[in-house]
């Protein structure tokens, strides 16, 4: 199993100065700030600009979006100088590539519901992509922010065969973190409604139980 320390770790739904400060105080690599018009963690271009020049300089923060028009994709990344976008929708490899050819310097993260997805289709995207992340449905059939886990079976075959980094979502809390990372072995893990007391409001307390969990495996 790979050591803990060296899983990445990303906190999703990120919504106010307070929670990416309070956050930022563990040892995570990158946030997540929400553009999805359906999620009620979407902000606006003014909070996310608050947020992200008050983090530190080693904490990357990554853009989610859902089937958007690449245009508004590009301004925001553009006008919040964020070169990494993570697309929740049934964006196609074309959508990717588009991204990529209007910036050279973008990297793209794609998401996709684990219990529908295989290798091979991963493979389709490979040379548009940078990496995946495999997350689960919510009530409505949306993919992300349910809380629901994802299979973790099929996420740890995808795991053992893919040959680019998976991030890990869906449902990830300090009570079922360490099962996690020792059934899958993703590359990273993507928290977000499992450290929360409300929707959109990260708790310290929880960050801390998912921190000793995750050096406890």
Same mark, same amino acid.
């Given at each position: 199993?790979?050591?803990?320390?060296?899983?990445?770790?990303?906190?999703?739904?990120?919504?106010?100065?307070?929670?990416?400060?309070?956050?930022?105080?563990?040892?995570?690599?990158?946030?997540?700030?929400?553009?999805?018009?359906?999620?009620?963690?979407?902000?606006?271009?003014?909070? *996310?600009?608050?947020?992200?020049?008050?983090?530190?300089?080693?904490?990357?923060?990554?853009?989610?979006?859902?089937?958007?028009?690449?245009?508004?994709?590009?301004?925001?990344?553009?006008?919040?100088?964020?070169?990494?976008?993570?697309?929740?929708?049934?964006?196609?490899?074309?959508?990717? +590539?588009?991204?990529?050819?209007?910036?050279?310097?973008?990297?793209?993260?794609?998401?996709?519901?684990?219990?529908?997805?295989?290798?091979?289709? /991963?493979?389709?995207?490979?040379?548009?992509?940078?990496?995946?992340? /495999?997350?689960?449905?919510?009530?409505?059939?949306?993919?992300?922010?349910?809380?629901?886990?994802?299979?973790? +079976?099929?996420?740890?075959?995808?795991?053992?065969? *893919?040959?680019?980094?998976?991030?890990? *979502?869906?449902?990830?809390?300090?009570?079922?973190?360490?099962? *996690? /990372?020792?059934?899958?072995?993703?590359?990273?893990?993507?928290?977000?409604?499992?450290?929360?007391?409300?929707?959109?409001?990260?708790?310290?307390?929880?960050?801390?139980?998912?921190?000793?969990?995750?050096?406890?495996?």
């Amino acid at each position: 199993m790979k050591d803990p320390r060296d899983i990445k770790i990303k906190i999703c739904g990120i919504t106010s100065v307070y929670d990416a400060r309070m956050v930022s105080s563990f040892p995570i690599h990158a946030i997540g700030l929400n553009f999805v018009k359906r999620s009620q963690r979407k902000i606006g271009i003014k909070t *996310a600009r608050e947020i992200i020049d008050k983090l530190p300089p080693l904490i990357e923060t990554v853009l989610v979006f859902e089937n958007e028009k690449i245009s508004e994709v590009m301004y925001l990344s553009s006008m919040l100088a964020v070169t990494t976008i993570q697309l929740h929708g049934q964006e196609t490899v074309s959508y990717c +590539h588009d991204l990529k050819r209007f910036n050279k310097y973008v990297k793209v993260i794609k998401a996709f519901p684990t219990k529908d997805t295989s290798v091979t289709e /991963l493979n389709a995207y490979r040379k548009v992509c940078d990496g995946f992340l /495999l997350d689960s449905y919510d009530r409505k059939g949306n993919l992300g922010g349910s809380g629901r886990p994802s299979d973790w +079976h099929i996420a740890s075959e995808i795991v053992s065969k *893919a040959k680019v980094p998976i991030i890990l *979502a869906g449902g990830i809390n300090p009570q079922n973190v360490g099962s *996690a /990372l020792k059934r899958v072995q993703p590359y990273a893990i993507d928290v977000n409604s499992g450290v929360e007391s409300r929707i959109g409001k990260k708790d310290k307390s929880m960050m801390e139980k998912l921190f000793e969990e995750i050096h406890a495996t």
